[in-house]
């Protein structure tokens, strides 16, 4: 197994559906996300985005290509073994339950990463296991005075936190997150993107997002998709620089924010 400095990478990946290339094109899809890096996928609405991701967690099988997690091919890996590798999608595991206390949800995430049943039955006692580290993952995404409360009653930015700190409890390699900031405000994106350099300490992150700000504040890398293939790759002063990218994406993102000016 050749290893190399990429956490994942995909080799002309591709996926067809009724006779549709969705992603790929002629050659196929080639990402490449260096390890340690935060790194983002955007484009135009239809540019495959989360199709690709879908591939990438083994959710949906390519029509051809291959992917690489850690220099191990996982192209014939199922979504669960993929996520056990530490290639983690936020939500594969974010699933919160209302009526029980955010503590509670932090607790029943590490439970199921340690190989414990879901036993609604067991004392607490035999969960108390698992406390210390559902106390550190709450202060690190800063729900720990929030730990009491039902997470039905969280507010949206403080539950999107709640499923972060239940992501963390998988002590993922790698988070793959599909559009983090979608329906936030401005106070939930400054806490949201705070929440993702914390995240990202030790880790890789690969994202979809289509708040541009938060892409230029964040990411070290941008990989740009437009009709299912990649458009342009580079940092963020490139890719807004790139003519191509301002008429597929960027141009019409303007446009959009004149319009509503």
Not at 24 to 44: C, T, Y
Not at 149 to 154: F, I, R
Not at 166 to 186: I, K, S, Y
Request: glycine fraction near 10%.
């Amino acid at each position: 197994m050749q290893q190399t400095s990429y956490a994942l990478e995909a080799q002309g990946l591709a996926r067809d559906f009724n006779g549709f290339r969705a992603v790929g094109g002629k050659q196929g899809v080639d990402l490449r996300v260096e390890a340690g890096s935060i790194h983002a996928l955007i484009g135009p609405n239809g540019a495959g985005k989360t199709t690709c991701f879908n591939l990438l967690t083994r959710f949906i099988e390519p029509s051809a290509g291959r992917i690489f997690f850690e220099s191990r091919d996982i192209t014939g890996l199922a979504a669960d073994a993929v996520a056990r590798l530490g290639l983690v999608r936020s939500f594969q595991i974010s699933a919160v339950f209302a009526q029980l206390s955010v503590f509670e949800n932090v607790r029943l995430a590490l439970q199921r990463h340690r190989g414990h049943s879901f036993d609604w039955w067991r004392s607490d006692k035999v969960l108390q296991v698992h406390d210390a580290r559902a106390h550190e993952l709450l202060a690190e995404v800063g729900l720990e005075a929030w730990s009491k409360h039902k997470a039905g009653e969280l507010p949206y930015g403080r539950k999107r936190a709640l499923e972060l700190a239940t992501t963390l409890a998988l002590e993922p390699r790698m988070l793959l997150l599909d559009e983090p900031m979608a329906g936030m405000g401005g106070e939930d994106i400054a806490q949201a993107t705070d929440l993702i350099r914390v995240a990202a300490c030790g880790r890789t992150v690969l994202m979809v997002e289509h708040n541009l700000s938060v892409v230029a504040n964040l990411c070290d890398r941008i990989t740009v998709l437009a009709h299912g293939e990649v458009l342009a790759e580079g940092d963020y002063a490139s890719i807004a620089g790139d003519a191509r990218v301002a008429e597929a994406y960027l141009g019409k993102a303007a446009t959009s924010r004149s319009a509503h000016g």
